[in-house]
Nanobody
Framework: QVQLVESGGGLVQTGDSLKLSCAASGRNIRSSAMGWFRQAPGKEREFVAALTWSGGTSIYADSMKGRFAISRDIAKNTVYLQMNSLKPEDTAIYYC??????????????????????WGQGTQVTVSS
């Protein structure tokens, strides 16, 4: 049974930082591609960042480049999303996702939610103005 558990969300002010965590069980993140997505009320789920299964490539949505950073700790089987310079438009539920086909794809592959087979329950991030 694969489980992904996000944590670290909360209420912050514009310009603040947050670090989200995604603890995985039942699957080794070393052999998985891991992604972060977010969904705001009334909007579709949106790609944020991904780390390819080899861990060698980080992929970001254009609006997050330079502000967000994805990383992983193999020993803790945990993936992180460091978010800096937060804006009110970053307010959303943030989800962690995993896929383990162990194949290298183009960057766009990792931006599609349906390419991931396991999801966490999400963690709320609210940025006040």
């Amino acid at each position: 049974q694969v489980q992904l558990v996000e944590s670290g969300g909360g209420l912050v002010q514009t310009g603040d930082s947050l670090k989200l965590s995604c603890a995985a069980s039942g699957r080794n993140i070393r052999s998985s591609a891991m992604g972060w997505f977010r969904q705001a009320p009334g909007k579709e789920r949106e790609f944020v960042a991904a780390l390819t299964w080899s861990g060698g490539t980080s992929i970001y949505a254009d609006s997050m480049k330079g502000r967000f950073a994805i990383s992983r700790d193999i020993a803790k089987n945990t993936v992180y999303l460091q978010m800096n310079s937060l804006k009110p438009e970053d307010t959303a539920i943030y989800y962690c996702a995993s896929e383990n086909r162990r194949t290298s794809y183009t960057n766009s592959y990792y931006m599609v939610p349906t390419n991931y087979d396991y999801w966490g329950q999400g963690t709320q991030v609210t940025v006040s103005s």
